[in-house]
């Protein structure tokens, strides 16, 4: 069974510090993908990355970095400079790769991250 | 830009009632999912639909708990006898590959008194 464990349930901020949000996962599969997802206040889930498991180069797109590490299972998300408008709880989730499971994200718990001025 | 819409935004309703929860998928779309998030709580997959039929459900997808593809741009969540746990904003999604990105819709918050 897949599981995906995020650790910190609560992280609080000031803002232009640096956050990093762990994410830890468990799998059979030996092809799966990881995402992260962002639930601002208002409710929708805003997709932020989808990396595949043959893929562990890290990236970065602006301020977001991600940190993917086979060996101990982690996909960590860091925020650079952090802003007040990054406050929301994100969520990182796993799915495996079968021919007929479709998408089936399994959601970590949610980190809720709070940004102050 | 492409986007899932759903329908309503909020629906209240009184515990034994038959709710359908209403998504317009992304057009060019094959794959299509409901989830549930419990108020607090993570996001939780209901089920999966592909080629006119469920291709995955979860446990939580038990009887009450139907989906239907009545057209060609439509994708219905029908919960037959609501129970006052099935309060929760539902998310449709869909995806135009089965590893693909999925593009969430706004959720329909449920409330079952």
């Known amino acids: 069974a897949q599981k995906v464990t995020q650790a910190q349930t609560e992280i609080s901020v000031v803002e232009k510090e640096d956050v990093t949000l762990d994410c830890v996962y468990e799998?059979?599969?030996?092809?799966?993908?990881l995402f992260w997802y962002k639930q601002p206040p208002s409710g929708e889930l805003v997709f932020l990355i989808r990396?595949?498991?043959?893929?562990?180069q890290n990236e970065i797109s602006g301020r977001y970095s991600w940190n993917f590490q086979k060996s101990t299972s982690s996909f960590n998300f860091t925020i650079t400079a952090s802003q007040v408008v990054d406050s929301a709880v994100y969520f990182c989730?796993?799915?495996?790769?079968?021919?007929?499971?479709?998408?089936?994200?399994?959601f970590g718990e949610g980190t809720q991250l709070t940004v102050n001025p | 830009e492409p986007e899932v819409t759903q329908t309503p935004s909020h629906q209240v309703t009184q515990m034994g009632q038959e709710v359908i929860l209403r998504c317009v998928p992304i057009s060019n779309h094959l794959y299509f999912y409901w989830y549930r998030q419990i108020l607090g709580q993570k996001v939780e997959f209901l089920v999966s639909?592909?080629?006119?039929?469920?291709?995955?459900k979860s446990e939580i997808f038990d009887d009450q708990f139907s989906v239907e593809r009545p057209d060609g741009s439509n994708f219905t969540l029908k919960i037959r006898s609501t129970k006052l746990e099935d309060s929760a904003m539902y998310f449709c999604a869909s995806s135009d590959q089965f590893t693909g990105e999925l593009f969430f819709g706004e959720g329909s918050r449920l409330t079952v008194l």
């Open positions: 799998t059979r599969d030996t092809t799966y993908y």
């Open positions: 639909f592909y080629n006119n039929e469920i291709s995955e």
């Open positions: 990396r595949n498991s043959f893929d562990e």
């Open positions: 989730a796993l799915s495996e790769a079968g021919e007929t499971s479709g998408s089936r994200l399994t």
